[in-house]
């Protein structure tokens, strides 16, 4: 048996991608892609290798640019503000890569919309989800090859797929660990003041300000992004130079978004026949959905 584990876009990716010899346990649901607007970039980088899977998925690719708001400039390079903003978004445990990463990303290809494959996807798996949901439940523990569930099922295996959080999978293994991470606030903002001089996401390195994204999720539509959250929210952003009119459409919390520090690495989940795949699966916080989709493809090949 060749099982995938999780819900999410990824999991589901994986079960569309790997196809019907594999069986997917649906482990919750994307947090990130469950919302609308959805609170992570609405876009897959476009890369050749995935270029045929996602044919059915696009429509026209478009050029998304990043930029970094610092010091009252919005700049379009990474040589004086991406130190700071990796600094400011991860404090002390910056990921070994992620300057290397982010250096020469300011304009990317993408195509596809996250949010529309997520659905389209859970639409074309619905009964298996709806199924397997209630004859496995999630699992209580991994071992010798066996998964042990809540519902009482022993599923020997012979390979598995993981797209949940690693700490989640590890302790199914029987290992407490806890990695260090960032809770993200998210901001919904309608507004005509924004002026981002043709970018579509800001990363916003001043310190003295206290989130550090955002990103344009529709016309007149915005998310803004903190590590920490803003009391009074409308009171902050009315204080934002040349923010005169605005609506605060909505406001929500996610647990552990922002990987920090080093990959960790388990010798114990190879050992099981283990494959992670996701940024949260891996704990990279690089790690992007075309990025993950080209993993797929290759351990199905």
């Not at 859970?122 to 709806?130: D, H, I």
Request: proline share 5%.
């Amino acid at each position: 048996m060749k099982v995938i584990l999780g819900g999410g876009l990824v999991g589901l990716l994986a079960r569309d991608i790997l196809g019907d010899g594999w069986t997917v346990i649906p482990i919750g649901r994307s947090r990130f892609y469950s919302y609308t607007p959805p609170i992570m970039d609405d876009f897959i980088v476009r890369d050749a290798v995935i270029d045929e899977y996602m044919e059915p998925f696009i429509v026209v690719p478009i050029i998304y640019r990043y930029g970094y708001s610092y010091a009252g400039q919005i700049l379009f390079n990474t040589a004086v503000a991406l130190r700071p903003y990796l600094n400011k978004l991860y404090r002390s445990n910056v990921p070994p890569h992620a300057e290397a990463y982010w250096r020469n990303r300011i304009d990317v290809f993408g195509y596809g919309s996250c949010i529309e494959i997520y659905r389209r996807l859970q639409a074309r798996y619905s009964g298996e989800l709806v199924n397997n949901n209630k004859l496995y439940g999630v699992p209580s523990a991994i071992s010798d090859h066996i998964i042990r569930t809540e519902t009482g099922q022993h599923l020997d295996y012979e390979r598995i797929v993981s797209t949940v959080p690693i700490q989640v999978l590890l302790g199914w293994l029987g290992i407490d660990v806890k990695l260090p991470s960032r809770d993200v606030f998210y901001y919904h903002l309608k507004t005509d003041d924004f002026n981002f001089e043709g970018a579509t996401r800001l990363f916003v390195a001043d310190p003295e300000i206290d989130f550090h994204s955002v990103y344009c999720v529709g016309r007149n539509n915005y998310i803004i992004e903190s590590c920490k959250r803003i009391e009074l929210p409308g009171s902050y952003f009315m204080n934002i130079d040349g923010l005169n009119k605005f609506d605060l459409i909505a406001e929500t919390h996610s647990e552990n978004v922002i990987c920090c520090g080093r990959m960790p690495q388990y010798t114990q989940v190879g050992q099981a026949d283990i494959t992670c795949i996701g940024r949260h699966a891996v704990w990279d916080d690089c790690l992007d959905v075309g990025s993950c989709i080209k993993r797929i493809i290759k351990l199905g090949a």
